[in-house]
């Protein structure tokens, strides 16, 4: 983020002032809105200098669903804020499920739009709901915290103010991550906050390597011990195994060459076991974590050579031409698909460029790095990511994009497409491919009864 920003004094209310809540609440209240009072979890818990009033604010779920549509057509910038504030005070309410909606509300508003200074004002408060919310919640209010605060980092980028956030809430996600009771879904979308958390802010080193280490040590449960292919790679710990390797494979690319050299010398060989899992995501993150490793082991040594290099392209190969009839065919095309270029990667150093539009710009994925960083924020952001391409200073450093390109109304007006423009659109391609498929049955048919 730009270093010229003003460093505004955090405030420790999310709703800009005790008074302004309150008269909200009451306002509500005198207008027939429901007014209930914030609990928090226990006394100990919430200070008074955290505790707020609803501020009559409605169902925080409905904001949570309808994601960039309310934004983007119906709420202008203060109404947005209002919105938030309202989110930010919810975060306290006595009901679990109402903590969820409006983290996951705050979540879907910041992927949406980039909100710099609402959130460094707020960042304080953000990060003791964040906190609170993980600490005592459950699996489902713990992912949509660990969600929260994957995105304010995203949106601070790198300096003192993500640094405090991965201060706090480093030591919580670690402890959820190998806390063998904790839900696995949880400690799965822990593991994804605690990689994306750390590539943005960390910036000692030690600790960088740390954190390499706990995802290590949860990954590394799925490597097999033997030759049997049924082993704990099956196991339900899989998607919380696969989000650990592919948050290690992305702090990896930021390391120093004399740790990337040590961490290969200890996985280069184990790590083709997880070919052999029955999960198919995680062949395919295991197969796309070896592409990118034998990428980074080329760049440093351009006379790089990998010992098993024929067993291994056996098996890439195998998985590239995959045919078992017990494996779904949505799992083989998707699998085929990806170790084609896995092998490709391997065999020929090649990669299959794809192109990324956002707006009137165009970026360019030609590497195992650049395609394993774009994915990893395509799933913290989802249907935002285009937008913080265009915006997001810190993304555009990553990817190399320059400064962010300003656009005029009549520009931004003739880029919009209304949702009944996209109806109309939609309908009328898929037309145009009935009528194009039904014509080639017809020939189809034609050449059948000639013959």
Same mark, same amino acid.
């Given at each position: ?103 996951? %509300? $705050?979540?879907? &508003?910041?992927?949406?739009? +980039?909100?710099?200074?609402?959130? /460094?004002?707020?960042?304080?408060? =953000? !990060? ?102 049924? %082993? $704990?790679?099956? &196991?339900?710990?899989?998607? +919380?195994?696969?989000?650990?390797? /592919?948050?290690?494979?992305?702090? =990896? !690319? ?198």
């Amino acid at each position: 983020m730009p270093k010229n920003k003003k460093r505004n004094a955090p405030h420790r209310g999310g709703s800009g002032g005790g008074g302004g809540s309150g008269a909200a609440a009451a306002t509500a209240a005198t207008a027939g809105g429901q007014h209930r009072n914030i609990q928090p979890f226990s006394d100990e818990d919430a200070s008074i200098e955290t505790m707020s009033h609803c501020s009559g604010y409605s169902d925080p779920s409905s904001f949570a669903e309808d994601g960039p549509e309310v934004l983007d057509e119906e709420g202008t910038q203060e109404d947005l804020e209002y919105k938030l504030k309202g989110l930010i005070d919810l975060t306290l309410d006595k009901s679990a499920k109402t903590r969820q909606a409006a983290l996951e %509300g $705050i979540k879907n &508003a910041l992927a949406s739009k +980039l909100l710099y200074e609402f959130i /460094l004002e707020r960042r304080m408060t =953000l !990060t003791d709901s964040v906190e609170r919310c993980l600490k005592k919640g459950k699996s489902d209010e713990q992912r949509a915290a660990a969600a929260l605060a994957s995105v304010l980092c995203v949106q601070l980028g790198p300096g003192i103010e993500s640094e405090e956030i991965l201060r706090t809430l480093g030591p919580i996600l670690k402890k959820i991550i190998c806390d063998g009771a904790a839900s696995i879904q949880a400690r799965q979308t822990c593991a994804t906050c605690f990689g994306v958390c750390s590539f943005i802010a960390t910036d000692d080193i030690t600790e960088l390597y740390s954190t390499l280490d706990c995802l290590e040590n949860i990954f590394t449960k799925s490597y097999l011990k033997d030759k049997d292919a049924n %082993g $704990i790679c099956g &196991a339900p710990s899989t998607v +919380l195994h696969i989000s650990s390797l /592919l948050s290690w494979t992305l702090l =990896l !690319t930021i390391c120093p060459i004399s740790e990337v050299k040590k961490r290969l010398e200890m996985h280069f060989h184990k790590l083709p076991s997880l070919l052999s899992c029955d999960d198919v995501n995680m062949r395919i993150a295991a197969g796309e974590s070896l592409a990118l490793l034998f990428e980074l082991a080329r760049e440093m040594e351009s006379d790089f050579f990998y010992e098993d290099i024929e067993s291994l392209t056996q098996v890439l190969r195998a998985l590239a031409t995959d045919g078992n009839k017990h494996r779904a065919k949505v799992d083989k095309r998707k699998q085929r698909s990806v170790f084609r270029d896995v092998l490709r990667a391997v065999e020929e150093r090649d990669f299959p460029t794809e192109t990324v539009k956002f707006g009137p710009e165009r970026m360019y994925i030609d590497t195992w790095v650049k395609k394993h960083t774009y994915d990893t924020f395509k799933e913290v952001l989802g249907s935002g990511m285009q937008y913080h391409l265009q915006s997001n200073e810190f993304l555009r450093n990553v990817f190399e994009l320059g400064p962010p390109v300003m656009l005029d109304a009549a520009m931004l007006k003739t880029m919009k497409i209304s949702r009944f423009e996209r109806h109309l659109y939609n309908s009328a391609a898929f037309k145009a491919r009935t009528k194009a498929r039904s014509k080639c049955r017809d020939k189809r048919t034609d050449v059948g009864e000639f013959f």
